[in-house]
């Protein structure tokens, strides 16, 4: 199945891409309800979320029966939740807080239910991801753990755009709808890839650093900096200040957490990878390949021991 899920995340990276493409060229507005720009960000970031779950709840050592239930769960409703953000956009209209319609109150209604299957998905995991995985190293479960949490946080502040916009339309206030869920999309796109970029870390961590402790202290130190950062954007996106427009906001926080996650996974490092004594593999592996080398080259063995 991790073909399939990768396979797919690599899709909607690709449609969004593509309607990037599509915004450079055939222009249009980038801010507001209607604009190629939401099937660009929609298409990126559930593509990076699907990709990231399948390879997180793997990472934490996840049984396969219910890590393929969360997965395959999760990325059904991204896929479901993605058609009709570009569906809408394709027919010129807002795709959420639209009720002008019938069909447009479907596909809204629609886009708020997949919006809930992915917060119980999210719930699910985090709950998962807490118990006890002996076989997997402390730095690794501290990430993993810490970037559910930020992902929890980032789908509370999308409830809470969701829940504002509705309000908003349905009392007949429509542009006030996108204006108040507007000005909480920076809160939520830099909290929404912690669960990428914090793992990402790890990952690297261990196949740089050669003692747990090292990498467990590295996880907290920029587990620390991510926690004050994220703050400050949630901070200022509640209290209405923006540096940009809350899209560009919104695109700059995801963007810059993102690609630190990528620019980790990617970093060219030495395998260090270590066993449970702290033994690199090659010390390792030296010391098995001694008792052969003291039988053809005896004289070159005992010199060896000399030096040491």
């Not at 109150?105 to 917060?119: K, R």
Request: charge should be positive; hydrophobic fraction near 55%.
């Amino acid at each position: 199945m991790n073909r399939l899920w990768y396979t797919i995340a690599a899709v909607m990276v690709l449609a969004g891409l593509a309607h990037l493409g599509l915004l450079l060229v055939d222009g249009g507005p980038w801010d507001g309800p209607v604009s190629w720009r939401k099937p660009f960000t929609f298409g990126v970031s559930f593509g990076l979320s699907v990709a990231t779950l399948a390879w997180v709840t793997g990472l934490a050592g996840l049984r396969p029966r219910p890590r393929g239930t969360l997965v395959g769960v999760f990325t059904a409703a991204s896929a479901i939740e993605l058609t009709l953000i570009t569906m809408q956009a394709w027919r010129g209209v807002p795709s959420h807080f639209n009720f002008a319609t019938g069909f447009d109150s479907l596909v809204s209604a629609t886009l708020a239910a997949g919006g809930l299957v992915l917060v119980v998905v999210t719930i699910c995991a985090t709950v998962a991801v807490s118990r006890r995985s002996p076989g997997v190293a402390p730095s690794v479960l501290l990430a993993v753990r810490a970037g559910f949490g930020t992902l929890l946080a980032s789908m509370a502040f999308g409830a809470l755009m969701i829940a504002q916009g509705v309000t908003q339309a349905r009392s007949g206030h429509q542009d006030a709808a996108y204006t108040v869920a507007a000005a909480l999309k920076p809160a939520h796109a830099v909290l929404m890839h912690g669960v990428l970029l914090l793992p990402a870390l790890a990952w690297l961590a261990g196949r740089t650093l050669p003692e747990e402790r090292q990498r467990l202290r590295l996880v907290r130190l920029a587990l620390g900096a991510y926690v004050v950062v994220a703050g400050v954007v949630c901070g200022l996106s509640l209290a209405g200040v923006t540096a940009a427009a809350p899209a560009t906001a919104s695109v700059l926080s995801a963007g810059a957490v993102s690609t630190a996650a990528v620019a980790a996974l990617l970093w060219p490092h030495p395998r260090v990878a270590v066993d449970g004594r702290g033994h690199g593999r090659r010390e390792k592996l030296r010391r098995g390949l001694e008792p052969m080398v003291a039988q053809w080259h005896p004289t070159r063995s005992q010199h060896q021991k000399g030096l040491m």
